[in-house]
């Protein structure tokens, strides 16, 4: 399947750079925090888990997420360590997300016959 962009020109085969891509760095501290809207304590995690199917609420432990905080969460598949993340064949999707206090429940979707190694980094803005 090719990738093409409104043109009809086929991005699969433009190198990276001459794409239209903006990258911007922020971080939870300073002025970039003030744009952000972000508090001083935002943070980021990872959780590992080996599943496949279909999970409406998948419990994430953290004590400090509240019912109040922003969570975004990132699903991958990693291969031999959690560092090692790659895009598999398997479809895998987060669809929605619910802080409580003590953590946060999350539907997730990995489409594969058999149980793969998943990773979630999590942002949160407590």
């Keep these: 399947m090719k990738v093409e962009d409104r043109t009809g020109s086929n991005l699969a085969e433009q190198e990276l750079t001459d794409l239209p891509v903006q ?3 922020k971080t939870a501290k300073g002025t970039a925090a003030k744009d952000l809207n972000l508090s001083g304590n935002a943070f980021t995690t990872y959780y590992t888990w080996r599943a496949n199917g279909v999970f409406h609420a998948v419990n994430f432990v953290n004590g400090n997420v509240t019912a109040n905080s922003r969570v975004f969460l990132n699903i991958s598949e990693f291969s031999t360590d959690a560092q090692h993340r790659f895009i598999g064949a398997a479809r895998m999707a987060v669809y929605n ?3 409580y206090n003590g953590g946060f429940l999350a539907w997730v979707e990995i489409s594969w016959g058999s ?4 990773r979630f980094d999590v ?3 407590p």
């Design 23 to 25: 990258q911007e760095s």
């Design 97 to 99: 997300i619910a802080p």
């Design 115 to 118: 149980p793969l190694n998943i």
């Design 123 to 125: 942002f949160v803005d």
